[in-house]
């Protein structure tokens, strides 16, 4: 079946850049997305990559896929503050584009 | 542009109740989806539905009911409340070519006491 797999904790101090990293098992998924969950909040994509591309940069944020292993990574640079929140890993799976599906997500602290 | 609406944002309820969870979208998305949210385990899917008239299982549907009657509701039923629904639960819409990602909207926070 599909699983998505991401650490839990990631705690970095300001200004440092942080590396999220999210493992997954299906490798016929299309797309790969990050969403930001802030406290009390909904979900808010930040970024996601079609399975064909190897990196995206979108400002501060860069994707990095490596579909040999199903490894996927979101490095996010110069972190503030204001990036403390749990960040979810998610794939299309083998349902085409019926579901996705989640990883536990990881919880990133910054510190002044 | 209110992109995906979901009321109410908080609800208490007894063992036993039964309550609607409402969505609305109004981008004219074809795909709508409820997930809950608990503690250690991220998202899951309860059901969904690819257009007007058709709706699916997910990964955990038992104790919940859908439907869609319009592309811009997708209400979700607990006909019996228990404890083990309380969770946090977000209804996602997305288009119908699947290549723009899904839209969500803020949750709804259930407590079943």
């Known amino acids: 079946g599909e699983d998505v797999e991401q650490s839990l904790f990631l705690s970095v101090r300001e200004g440092d850049s942080s590396v999220i990293n999210c493992t997954y098992t299906d490798s016929s998924s299309t797309y790969l997305y990050w969403y930001k969950q802030e406290p009390g909040a909904g979900l808010q994509l930040l970024t996601y990559i079609f399975s064909n591309m190897d990196m995206k940069q979108d400002q501060r944020l860069t994707v990095l896929l490596n579909k040999k292993d199903k490894h996927l990574s979101l490095r996010i640079a110069d972190t503030q503050t204001g990036d403390s929140a749990i960040y979810f890993c998610?794939?299309?799976?083998?349902?085409?584009?019926?579901?996705?599906?989640f990883g536990t997500g990881t919880r990133l602290l910054v510190s002044p | 542009n209110a992109g995906v609406t979901q009321t109410p944002k908080f609800q208490v309820l007894k063992t036993g109740q039964s309550m609607t969870l409402q969505c609305a979208q109004d981008m004219n998305h074809e795909y709508m989806s409820w997930y809950r949210q608990d503690p250690g385990m991220g998202l899951r899917l309860i059901h969904y539905s690819v257009g007007a008239g058709i709706t699916d299982q997910g990964e955990v549907p038992n104790g919940y009911n859908v439907s869609r009657s319009t592309t811009e509701d997708f209400p979700l039923r607990l006909l019996s409340a228990a404890p083990s629904q309380t969770s946090v639960y977000f209804c996602a819409s997305r288009d119908g070519t699947g290549r723009q990602p899904q839209h969500f909207g803020d949750g709804t926070r259930l407590s079943i006491l």
């Open positions: 998610a794939e299309t799976g083998n349902t085409g584009f019926q579901k996705l599906v």
